[in-house]
C-alpha cells in the first residue's frame, strides 16, 4: 500500500507473489491477521561499531500466517483467519437459521432451551457443518429412536428428543453436524473434529 503506514491503524497485512508450482504460475497470498507495525523492546541495531537501541515503531513481519490463498482455494491455518471473511457472523446466521428450522420440525421437547445452548459457546462455529440430510432423517421417529439408543440420547413418550438439559442439547448438536460418531472398536459414541466419506 502507498502512503505513510504510521496514519492509520493497521490490524493486518498481506504478501503477495506470484509463484511457479509444478511449472504453473500460481498467485499467492498470505495474511497474517496481527498488527505488522511495533516498538521492539531490548532490541538493539548494529551499527558504525556501536549497538543503538531500537525505539522507534518498525516494520515487523512475522512468521505467523493466518490464512493463505492459492489461486481459488483459501486455507485457514488459524481461527483467527475467520475475522479476514467475517465469518463469525456469517456462522451465527446460519446457527440461528437451523435452530429454527429444528425447533419447527418439532422433533425436541424444549426449544427454548435448544436455542439457547445452540446459540452459546461453540456451537455457532459447529453449525457451519450442519448435515441437512442427516436432520431431514431426524424427523423419522423410527430414526429418533435408533439414534436415542446409539448416542444415548433421552425421547419423551411422543418420540421428540428430550433437550432440557444442556448435555442433551450438546449430543444433537454434533449429531446434527457431523461431530458425533461411532468408535468402529468400541461401538461408542464419540466426538470428531471433522468427518468425511472415504
Given at each position: 500500500m502507498n502512503g505513510d503506514p504510521f496514519e492509520f491503524a493497521a490490524n493486518a497485512y498481506a504478501l503477495k507473489a506470484t509463484l511457479t508450482i509444478d511449472g504453473e504460475d500460481r498467485c499467492?497470498?498470505?495474511?497474517?491477521?496481527?498488527n505488522p507495525?511495533?516498538?521492539?523492546?531490548?532490541?538493539?541495531?548494529?551499527?558504525?561499531?556501536?549497538?543503538?537501541?531500537i525505539n522507534q515503531k518498525v516494520l515487523n513481519l512475522r512468521q505467523n500466517i493466518d490464512v493463505v490463498i492459492i489461486d481459488d482455494t483459501v486455507?485457514?491455518?488459524?481461527?483467527?483467519?475467520?475475522?479476514l471473511f467475517n465469518m463469525e457472523r456469517s456462522y451465527k446466521a446460519v446457527c440461528s437459521d437451523?435452530?429454527?428450522?429444528?425447533?419447527?420440525a418439532e422433533?425436541?421437547?424444549?426449544a427454548d432451551q435448544f436455542q439457547r445452548v445452540a446459540s452459546s459457546g461453540h456451537?455457532?462455529?459447529?453449525?457451519?457443518?450442519?448435515?441437512?440430510?442427516?436432520?431431514?432423517?431426524?424427523?423419522?421417529?423410527?430414526?429418533?429412536?435408533?439414534m436415542a439408543t446409539t448416542?444415548?440420547?433421552?425421547?419423551?413418550?411422543?418420540?421428540r428428543i428430550d433437550t432440557s438439559t444442556p448435555d442433551m442439547v450438546e449430543k444433537l448438536i454434533k449429531i446434527l453436524c457431523n461431530k458425533g460418531m461411532l468408535d468402529p472398536f468400541d461401538n461408542v459414541p464419540v466426538e470428531v473434529s471433522s468427518a468425511s466419506r472415504w
Open positions: 499467492v497470498m498470505l495474511f497474517s491477521l496481527q507495525i511495533c516498538v521492539m523492546k531490548n532490541r538493539f541495531l548494529y551499527d558504525n561499531s556501536t549497538f543503538f537501541a486455507y485457514l491455518l488459524t481461527l483467527a483467519g475467520e475475522k437451523k435452530t429454527m428450522e429444528i425447533c419447527q422433533i425436541v421437547t424444549d456451537n455457532p462455529r459447529r453449525f457451519v457443518s450442519f448435515n441437512q440430510a442427516r436432520f431431514e432423517r431426524m424427523k423419522e421417529a423410527e430414526t429418533r429412536r435408533q448416542f444415548r440420547l433421552t425421547l419423551d413418550a411422543d418420540g
